[in-house]
Every structure is written in structure tokens, then in C-alpha cells.
């Protein structure tokens, strides 16, 4: 049996964009500080309260309350993330697994609540979900994925997991599960994910590999 647990984020619906322009958005308008999108972006995969510390940490001058702007970009998340669009071949990817079997996790640094909204938005055949918000620590560690493994009652090395940034791939593989890189983009991909299983372009390549292994 297929167990597949998925990142959400920039791996089943196309927000990471949405994600570092809120960041940028409501720390600007509560403190008037400009966050650089390369820099947010080095932190793709982790949760946003643990983005928001090491603003307040680059920020030191200013009296930022990590908590409170984190809250006020989770409240924000919650209303955009569900508008996000699925990333392509996404749903046919997950309904394949569905419908033949395979057993379907959500692992995500996003809140719970978040989860639940863009599941019901899109209508998603996954009913198991863990978010870094319940674990120890968030990505690049590597409970959240042994949670969702947990939560299929099955290992973490007795699963593939799906994931598109380094925090995120991390994360996965150091719960030994099987890893499948979706890239943001392509460009130096085999280097930044040599310790993955399979780098794919897309979900449809990475339906069409499962389909493979199907027959």
C-alpha cells in the first residue's frame, strides 16, 4: 500500500508567493520594516511564528512582538491560502493514489485551521493532516513528518513524501521517509536535493513515475 504524505505549501497549492508577500505586508504596516523576499525565502518551510522570531531578531531595534505578528499573518493566511490556486496535476495526482488504494497525509508548517480551510476549498481526498504547529520544532526538523506517518499508523520510512523546498525535503528525509522534490525551480536542483529519491519538474511527472511503478 501506498502511504504519501504532502507538503502543502508550494507543493499542492501554488501560496508561497502569497506567504512571503503577507510577510512583507503586515510587518511593513506594524513596524514599518522591509523583509527581503530572498531572505523570507531561505526560511520557506518553516512555520510563521518561527519566521517571525528571527524578524524580530534582525529587527532588534524595533519592538516587535514575534507572537502578535505571527498571529496577524496567520489570520491573513487563513482568508488567502484556501484562494490559492492547486499547483498543477495536483488533484489528479492525489485522487490517483485515492482511488487506487494509497493512503493520503498532509504534513505542513501551516496551522491546522489552514490545512482544514484549503483541504474543504478544493476538495482534496486527505483526511490525515499534522502541522509543525503541534511539534516539537518545526521544518527542517523532522517530527512533523513522523507525525503524519504516525497518524497513518504506519513509519515514516514506510512512506513517500512529497516536498518542494530544502527546509521542507530536510525535514522529510531525516524522518527516513522517501523523498520526491517538486522544485520551485529547477535551476541547481540535483545539487541543492542530491540526497532525494527522485527529482521531478512536476506533479504530473511525479504521476506518471507512480503510474509506472503501478504497472
Not at 48 to 54: A, D, E, P
Not at 56 to 65: G, T
Not at 141 to 170: K, T, Y
Request: aromatic share 6%; proline share 4%.
Amino acid at each position: 500500500m501506498l502511504n504519501c504524505i504532502f507538503d502543502m505549501d508550494g507543493t499542492l497549492i501554488n501560496s508561497e508567493a502569497i506567504w512571503r508577500q503577507t510577510v512583507q505586508e503586515v510587518t511593513g504596516a506594524l513596524y514599518g520594516c522591509h523583509v527581503r523576499d530572498e531572505w523570507i525565502q531561505s526560511y520557506t518551510g518553516c512555520t510563521t511564528l518561527t519566521v517571525c522570531k528571527r524578524i524580530a531578531q534582525q529587527f532588534a531595534h524595533e519592538p516587535i512582538s514575534a507572537v502578535g505578528l505571527s498571529e496577524q499573518i496567520t489570520i491573513l493566511m487563513q482568508e488567502r491560502s484556501p484562494k490559492a490556486a492547486l499547483m498543477p496535476s495536483a488533484k489528479a495526482l492525489l485522487e490517483y493514489i485515492d482511488r487506487n488504494g494509497g493512503r493520503l497525509a498532509i504534513a505542513s508548517s501551516s496551522s491546522l485551521s489552514v490545512i482544514d480551510r484549503v483541504i474543504a476549498a478544493h476538495d482534496l481526498p486527505i483526511s490525515i493532516r499534522a502541522s509543525s504547529y503541534e511539534a516539537s520544532r518545526s521544518k527542517p526538523h523532522p517530527h512533523v513528518f513522523e507525525l503524519a506517518a504516525q497518524r497513518l499508523g504506519v513509519m515514516p520510512h514506510e512512506c513517500i513524501a512529497w516536498e518542494d523546498s530544502l527546509n521542507g525535503a530536510i525535514s522529510a528525509y531525516s524522518s527516513g521517509a522517501q523523498v520526491i522534490v517538486v522544485p520551485e525551480t529547477m535551476q541547481h536542483a540535483e545539487q541543492k536535493f542530491s540526497f532525494a529519491s527522485e527529482i521531478h519538474a512536476s506533479l504530473a511527472q511525479s504521476l506518471d513515475w507512480l503510474k509506472q511503478r503501478h504497472h
